[in-house]
């Protein structure tokens, strides 16, 4: 640690994200909080990240879904917690409330989860854009505070700009099923095709509910030449 890093500790030290405990290491949780996060572990789904009750009987360790060849724009699809009342909280605080501090430790989740992805090989980083009035409104784009991040963790370059959300929509939580995937359908827009052709890219968000936003813009980039996408969020509704 240089010098300088020392001093912010002694007058600023690191402490839990979620409860606020002053923590000995800049670790991101107390053990007690990150007692109670369900991180998501084996065995799940190989292909779309889907965790299983118990380990299936098919060697494939496939779900149904994609044993069955359920269309999707993903290559692979990860998530490293459950979306449930432990972190929750966390999200929505760094979401809405300018907990932007968050940021590493939720990457650091990010870069442990994506670990099947770097193995098929990746060359691009991208955050799922917000639409310019939200990001007026909220002054940050949470999906791109954690690909920079995770950028700098993982050596990846990251693109801000190749897609953008031209269109804006009323935000998903007000629906549910087919109505989330109508509310985003064409809302995405590869402004730079040449930034995403042939690429292998991964494709980043806070949360996965239903998939439809990520898929959407997997849409709009493969349409616009990209040669695969991945989705690696933090956080996942499971069924
Ligand atoms: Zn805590
Ligand atoms: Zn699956």
């Not at 839990?16 to 065995?43: H, W």
């Not at 031209?166 to 995937?181: A, D, N």
């Not at 968000?205 to 493969?222: F, R, Y």
Request: include cysteine.
């Amino acid at each position: 640690m240089s010098l300088w890093a020392d001093i912010i500790s002694v007058f600023l030290p690191p402490r839990c994200i979620k409860c606020g405990t002053i923590l000995s290491q800049d670790d991101g949780l107390c053990p007690d909080c990150f007692n109670e996060i369900n991180f998501i572990s084996a065995p799940y789904c190989q292909k779309c990240g889907q965790p299983f009750e118990a380990a299936p009987s098919s060697s494939k360790m496939l779900c149904v879904s994609c044993l069955q060849k359920v269309k999707t724009p993903f290559r692979l699809s990860r998530s490293a917690v459950h979306y449930d009342d432990s972190s929750k909280p966390l999200l929505l605080s760094f979401k809405f409330h300018d907990r932007t501090d968050n940021a590493k430790t939720l990457a650091k989740w990010l870069n442990l989860a994506g670990q099947d992805i770097w193995k098929e090989g990746v060359d691009l980083i991208v955050p799922i854009p917000l639409h310019y009035t939200r990001l007026m409104k909220r002054r940050y784009n949470q999906s791109g505070l954690l690909a920079a991040e995770l950028g700098k963790m993982t050596g990846l370059p990251v693109d801000y700009t190749a897609v953008a959300r031209h269109k804006k929509t009323r935000p998903q939580v007000e629906f549910s099923g087919h109505e989330r995937i109508k509310n985003v359908k064409g809302v995405f827009s590869v402004k730079h095709p040449e930034k995403i052709k042939g690429k292998r890219i991964v494709l980043i968000d806070d949360v996965m509910t239903t998939g439809s936003t990520l898929k959407e813009c997997a849409l709009a980039m493969l349409s616009a030449g990209a040669k695969s996408v991945d989705a690696l969020t933090v956080a996942r509704v499971c069924k």
